[in-house]
Nanobody, 125 residues
Framework: VQLQASGGGLVQAGGSLRLSCVAS????????IGWFRQAPGKEREGVSC????????FYADSVKGRFTISRDNAQNTVYLQMNSLKPEDTAVYYC???????????????????WGQGTEVTVSS
């Protein structure tokens, strides 16, 4: 199982970035994918997740209305479109995968077994 996150960078407050998570080595359509972030000195937190079918989406309250998660099962890729970025969004962002019953997903990072490397997002004020 491999997950490759990319798309991070430096952006001014109010700007946008799109993160990508490309998966390989497993049957992508069976897995829910989550995006998580970890800022220096803070615990890893769930940002958004999407069920295997794409029919269920979840967002942390802090990003609702600003971030959009989507998946392209044909391309084995999950995207996180991040708009109206704030300095407090600064963190290393990770994607993770796991299988959940009932086409479900969760923002709890401890429920995910497979993780990619992070991509750094810095939002300047």
């Amino acid at each position: 199982v491999q997950l490759q996150a990319s798309g991070g960078g430096l952006v001014q407050a109010g700007g946008s970035l799109r993160l990508s998570c490309v998966a390989s080595g497993f049957t992508f359509v069976n897995y829910a994918i989550g995006w998580f972030r970890q800022a220096p000195g803070k615990e890893r937190e769930g940002v958004s997740c999407i069920s295997s079918s794409g029919g269920k989406l979840f967002y942390a309250d802090s990003v609702k209305g600003r971030f959009t998660i989507s998946r392209d099962n044909a391309q084995n890729t999950v995207y996180l479109q991040m708009n109206s970025l704030k300095p407090e969004d600064t963190a290393v962002y990770y994607c993770a995968a796991d299988i959940f019953p009932g086409d479900n997903a969760t923002l709890d990072p401890y429920e995910y077994a497979y993780w990619g490397q992070g991509t750094e997002v810095t939002v300047s004020s």
